[in-house]
């Protein structure tokens, strides 16, 4: 259990760091654009999964770690451990971006563009299939696994890309919950909590439904 959650720990950091450090840095320099920030975000989440997928199933998002525990894959103790683990990277990665750059971009935190409402739903939408999947990809009996890390990176990347301009495109507590925490931007954070909790775990659900013998 231990090299798991040092493995969530050090996964979960470098995708919050790298991720919102992209928000954060294109802030400063006008350079990475909105495509760079959605590239650095698929990419950093493919190269994770490859890095720590056999160690811990890499997960780095309690949205995914419950969606795993509501499939049976995880027990109750180390589904708990590991939203702890993720949620204390995401804060100290953010809190690592406010002693480089300052308060800048609120550390990347995400905010709907237009209403709660709308941010919302495309939260729940964006999280159900990237749970979808990660479970077709990483967890199906006949899934081409060795991919598993190109399919799942690619989906975060594309959802970043097409949504991200509207409702920050989180699909992660952790990815969320840092920045507001650290940079004290926490009005509609429930909106990234409890609708990708809710996408990840129907997603759960359904899959159940679609394989069970």
């Not at 975000?41 to 309690?62: D, E, K």
């Not at 971009?105 to 919302?120: D, K, N, Y």
């Not at 920050?168 to 650290?182: C, L």
């Amino acid at each position: 259990m231990r090299k798991k959650l040092i493995a969530e720990f050090l996964g979960t950091y470098f995708l919050v760091f790298a991720g919102t450090g992209a928000v954060v840095i294109d802030d400063v320099t006008k350079s990475l654009t909105h495509v760079g920030i959605a590239l650095t975000f698929g990419l950093v989440v493919m190269a994770l999964i490859y890095t720590f997928g056999y160690i811990s199933g890499a997960h780095f998002n309690p949205a995914v770690t419950i969606g795993f525990f509501i499939h049976r894959d995880i027990n109750k103790i180390e589904a708990l451990n590991y939203i702890i683990t993720q949620l204390i990277a995401g804060i100290i990665a953010s809190a690592t971006l406010l002693c480089l750059f300052g308060n800048v971009a609120s550390l990347g935190a995400t905010l709907p563009r237009g209403s709660w409402e709308q941010s919302f739903i495309l939260e729940f939408i964006l999280t159900f299939f990237l749970m979808m999947v990660i479970f077709g990809s990483a967890v199906h009996g006949k899934a081409v696994k060795s991919f598993a890390g190109v399919a799942i990176g690619a989906t975060v990347g594309l959802e970043a890309m097409f949504a991200g301009p509207i409702c920050g495109a989180s699909m992660n507590p952790a990815r969320s919950i840092g920045p507001a925490i650290v940079s004290g931007t926490t009005q509609c954070l429930w909106v990234y909590i409890v609708a990708t909790i809710l996408g990840a775990s129907c997603a759960a659900i359904i899959y159940k439904i679609l394989h069970e013998k």
